[in-house]
């Protein structure tokens, strides 16, 4: 990663309302916390990445484990998340004039645009990979999403 492109995420972040981000690849790991004073960057071993993926499966165990969340988890367990494939800024529409790319109760098919994510001052735009219904818009348009945040809920039966 070039000084420039670590630059300008830094600017992101600090735009984007994100406390914290952390990046690993098998050739750098990059860590950059909001109000922080130290932003650093190091090699980093491919032993850390298995390492990470292990305490974030780990982390909704518990959730699943709460009686509470259990009768929801039931509940959308037939639905179909579409998720973010990166981190940015969720928008519904394409331009604040326009109508919403899909709302509840929309039925989308496999490759449909169903919203765009900017990133680093790019429009991405995110498309559905399965064809259904629209049960639920999971985000609020204009707000800061993380990677693999889920977006929006899919009846693939609808």
């Known amino acids: 990663m ?6 300008d995420l830094i600017d992101f ?16 790991k990059l860590s950059i916390k909001k109000n922080s004073e130290t932003h650093f960057v190091t090699a980093a071993p491919a032993a ?3 390492t990470l993926a ?15 969340a259990a009768p929801a988890k039931d509940d959308t367990s037939k639905y179909i998340e579409i998720k973010s494939p990166m ?11 326009a109508d919403s790319f899909v709302n509840v ?4 098919k496999a490759g449909q ?10 429009f991405n ?3 559905s990979e399965v064809s259904g219904k629209i049960v639920k818009v999971l985000v609020d348009n204009a707000t800061p999403v993380e990677y693999d945040q889920p977006l929006f809920l899919v009846d693939p039966a609808g």
């Open 125 to 127: 735009e995110i498309e």
């Open 105 to 108: 109760g929309d039925s989308v």
């Open 113 to 122: 645009t169903v919203c765009i994510i900017e990133a680093m001052k790019l």
């Open 2 to 7: 070039k000084a420039k492109e670590i630059q």
């Open 48 to 50: 850390p990445a298995p």
């Open 87 to 97: 981190i940015g800024t969720f928008y519904r529409t394409p331009n604040p004039d």
């Open 13 to 28: 972040i600090s735009n984007s309302g994100l406390a914290e981000v952390k990046i690993e690849t098998e050739e750098f």
């Open 54 to 68: 292990p305490a974030t499966a780990a982390a909704p165990a518990p959730a699943s484990s709460a009686p509470a």
